[in-house]
């Protein structure tokens, strides 16, 4: 079964307005945490917002909030009043247990997110 | 700081030939990892260290070796390039975090490799 799940290949959503971006993932282990990154087209791998499977509250960076629906087992991140800036590739990313056996990370396949005018 | 850097950026190998991708990191970061990313599949774990001297496999490290002999360097050895090992590679590090909780993982710029 796959651990990270995103299911929207491609997203457009228009400037200044909010967008949702799916992330699904399966573990049996209590302890992990859920990345999203962002990849522009120039390549490099932007970190964006971090929600660990014990924070009480949802995660919020900026612009970027991570909807967490633990019994759901689901990680969407919102993005508020997208800007052009904003298209890009998105990854969801899970690392199972605390990063005591390193900080390895298994990804989703990304949703490319196109903003428009 | 420089943070994560990787050479060469971009390079062409025939097929048998091999060649060490670097990676360096200057924040004192006890973890770092090598991912490759090919079209349609996200980021794969090919090997991983949590400190100097210690190293282990990911999802996908055949063909590929690894060593850690200090914190900041953690090269990447193609033994023997494969055309199926044109990908693009990313090396990251990171810190343990509070508790063992990392919340950060810095990737480097990555290297894009194509092998005839």
């Known amino acids: 079964a796959q651990k990270i799940t995103q299911t929207q290949p491609g997203m457009f959503v228009q400037e200044k307005e909010a967008v949702t971006l799916d992330c699904t993932y399966d573990t049996s282990d209590p302890s992990y945490g859920l990345f999203w990154y962002k990849q522009p087209s120039s390549g490099e791998m932007i970190f964006l917002i971090y929600?660990?499977?014990?924070?009480?509250q949802n995660a919020t960076e900026g612009r970027y909030s991570l909807n967490f629906q633990k019994a759901r087992k689901s990680a969407n991140l919102v993005i508020s009043a997208s800007q052009l800036g904003d298209s890009a590739m998105y990854f969801c990313?899970?690392?199972?247990?605390?990063?005591?056996?390193?900080?390895?990370?298994?990804f989703g396949t990304g949703t490319q997110l196109k903003v428009e005018l | 700081n420089a943070g994560v850097t990787q050479t060469p950026k971009f390079q062409v190998l025939k097929t048998g030939q091999s060649m060490t991708l670097q990676c360096a990191q200057d924040m004192n970061h006890e973890y770092m990892s090598w991912y490759r990313q090919d079209p349609g599949m996200g980021l794969r774990l090919i090997h991983y260290s949590v400190g100097a001297g210690i190293t282990d496999q990911g999802e996908v490290p055949n063909g590929y070796n690894v060593s850690r002999s200090t914190t900041e360097d953690f090269p990447l050895r193609l033994l023997s390039a494969a055309p199926s090992q044109t990908s693009v590679y990313f090396c990251?590090?990171?810190?343990?975090?509070?508790?063992?909780?990392?919340?950060?993982?810095?990737f480097g710029p990555g290297t894009r490799l194509l092998v005839l």
């Open positions: 929600q660990g499977s014990y924070d009480q």
């Open positions: 990313a899970m690392r199972e247990g605390p990063t005591g056996g390193g900080n390895k990370l298994t």
């Open positions: 990251a590090s990171s810190g343990q975090g509070v508790l063992g909780f990392g919340k950060t993982q810095y």
